[in-house]
């Protein structure tokens, strides 16, 4: 039985704001691998708006993996991490990430969105202080709203606010969190200032490095390593560049001990399944090989090409980094010049308000290393048309 469609709609108003502001969302049906390539509602487009930036969501490797821990653990983990749903390749996967990021241990969720809400709502509570860059992502405000911390927002990278909050006395703990690389405007955070600003103030760092994880660091770790800092928490997803799927939280023994008895998002819900964790331990292993080390380089030399194949356009000079947004302001005519790349043969999404501040919305491009020039070019030439 189903609710008629013309019975009374208790959200029907909801919908029509949403649609007359420009603010709808649907879901574009994607078929076919995830590469430079994709079928978008049954058509064949050049994909410019994943976070597959190093193509090895499609690596024969990754899928093989998967369907051997599949094979070997079952197709589902059947029970939280706590019961019985802890596996030797949960174990082996997270060996190897605190190996890799150079810590103690590291600790497996199910996505990152469970990861920020988790550890923030674990680490921080009512009487702590939480210090977030106002352009966090989505999972680290709902953290901090869920910790009941009180919360200080800073202005994009202001590290002059980072620091009069940071100087506050009185709180039991002090969190500041950033994202490394900025998932919609693909700048990056001065780690080691802001490191310097937490040893200063007795704050404690938290980085996300869901979008730089895989890509920067001589073996992938991220922009800490790169920038020569150690944040006492570390998250990284694996569901981006790493190309399966969850997230990881690296650090010190006692931060995973915590996480296990407190990070709720961890405790309450089924452990992310063994393909999910042998494919992203597969993508881990290529991503730390020569094979990892040419794919970063592919892609770094395919940000400096569209860097320098956007200089020709009416477009401010992108930052030098695998996410490129091209900002229009409106939301309606976001999604139409989205539409029409869409339809001249390039997936270059549109992102409107909530995920970005408002009159901010944009065309978030992404790069993959799998790109060849021609893609580029053609990306370039369909964004000027449209
Ligand atoms: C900065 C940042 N953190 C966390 C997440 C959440 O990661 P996941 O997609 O694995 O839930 C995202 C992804 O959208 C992100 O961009």
């Avoid at 949403?18 to 509602?41: A, K, Q, S």
Wanted: hydrophobic share 40%; net charge negative; glycine share 10%.
């Amino acid at each position: 039985m189903f609710l008629r469609s013309d019975t009374t709609c208790p959200w029907s108003h909801e919908i029509e704001e949403l649609r007359e502001r420009g603010l709808l969302r649907t879901m574009p049906l994607v078929n076919g691998m995830p590469g430079r390539i994709v079928t978008v509602n049954g058509r064949d487009v050049l994909n410019f708006s994943s976070n597959n930036y190093l193509g090895l969501a499609g690596h024969p490797d990754v899928i093989h993996a998967a369907s051997d821990s599949a094979q070997h653990y079952g197709a589902g983990s059947t029970a939280s991490r706590l019961i019985v749903g802890n596996t030797e390749i949960h174990r082996e996967l997270e060996s190897f990430i605190a190996t890799w990021k150079g810590t103690e241990a590291a600790l497996v969720f199910g996505s990152g969105y469970q990861a920020n809400v988790g550890v923030l709502s674990a680490l921080a509570d009512r009487g702590d202080l939480i210090i977030s860059d106002e352009l966090n992502h989505a999972s680290i405000i709902d953290g901090c709203r869920l910790s009941r911390a009180e919360v200080k927002i800073y202005p994009h990278l202001e590290l002059g606010r980072v620091e009069d909050f940071a100087k506050a006395r009185g709180y039991r703990r002090k969190l500041v969190v950033t994202e490394s690389v900025f998932s919609m405007d693909g700048d990056l955070a001065p780690l080691k200032d802001l490191d310097e600003i937490c040893h200063r103030w007795g704050a404690i760092l938290m980085v996300d490095e869901a979008h730089a994880s895989g890509i920067m660091g001589h073996e992938g770790q991220g922009l800490a390593l790169e920038q020569g800092v150690v944040p006492e928490i570390q998250m990284g997803t694996l569901g981006k560049a790493v190309g399966a799927s969850g997230a990881y939280v690296a650090g010190r023994r006692s931060l995973i001990d915590l996480l296990t008895n407190r990070a709720r998002s961890l405790i309450y819900t089924t452990a992310p399944s063994p393909a999910v964790c042998g494919s992203a331990l597969a993508a881990l292993k290529i991503i730390v090989s020569e094979e990892g080390a040419e794919r970063r380089n592919r892609l770094k030399t395919n940000v400096g090409i569209f860097q320098e194949l956007l200089a020709c356009g009416p477009w401010a000079r992108p930052n030098a980094s695998h996410i490129v947004p091209i900002l229009i302001g409106d939301s309606n005519r976001t999604m139409r010049v989205s539409a029409k790349c869409l339809s001249k043969g390039v997936f270059a999404h549109g992102i409107r308000f909530p995920t970005v501040p408002e009159g901010a919305a944009r065309l978030r491009l992404t790069l993959m290393s799998d790109h060849t020039l021609e893609d580029l070019i053609k990306a370039v030439e369909i964004l000027l048309e449209a």
